[in-house]
Nanobody
Framework: VQLQASGGGLVQSGDSLRLSCAASGRTFSSYVMGWFRQAPGKEREFVATISRKGSSVRYAMSVRGRFTISRDNAKNTVYLQMNSLKPEDTAVYYC??????????????????WGQGTQVTVSS
């Protein structure tokens, strides 16, 4: 599967953004999907994950209550709605797909396919 992330940009603290990740192929619904981010000089970190049918989700503590992950299997797309953005949310955001049998997964190493990343910059 090929993943194409979009929707990043430059916003002010407190603003919102919605990231999208479009997947190629007809097997999108068979993948657990996740969002990760990587700030300059830091390791890539888990943000959110969603199960194949969207019934289970999990978030990093740092974004819980502000970010919402969702998916539309008919459109082969996963979304990340980001509200109340903070300067510390500044990073390149990556979507990823996991083809394993896991319900959801927060482990970066479990993901098999990665998008190219989209830059999110939050100014104070």
């Amino acid at each position: 599967v090929q993943l194409q992330a979009s929707g990043g940009g430059l916003v002010q603290s407190g603003d919102s953004l919605r990231l999208s990740c479009a997947a190629s192929g007809r097997t999108f619904s068979s993948y657990v999907m996740g969002w990760f981010r990587q700030a300059p000089g830091k390791e890539r970190e888990f943000v959110a994950t969603i199960s194949r049918k969207g019934s289970s989700v999990r978030y990093a503590m740092s974004v819980r209550g502000r970010f919402t992950i969702s998916r539309d299997n008919a459109k082969n797309t996963v979304y990340l709605q980001m509200n109340s953005l903070k300067p510390e949310d500044t990073a390149v955001y990556y979507c990823a797909a996991d083809r394993s049998e896991a319900l959801i997964t927060t482990q970066l190493s479990n993901y098999d396919y990665w998008g190219q990343g989209t830059q999110v910059t939050v100014s104070s």
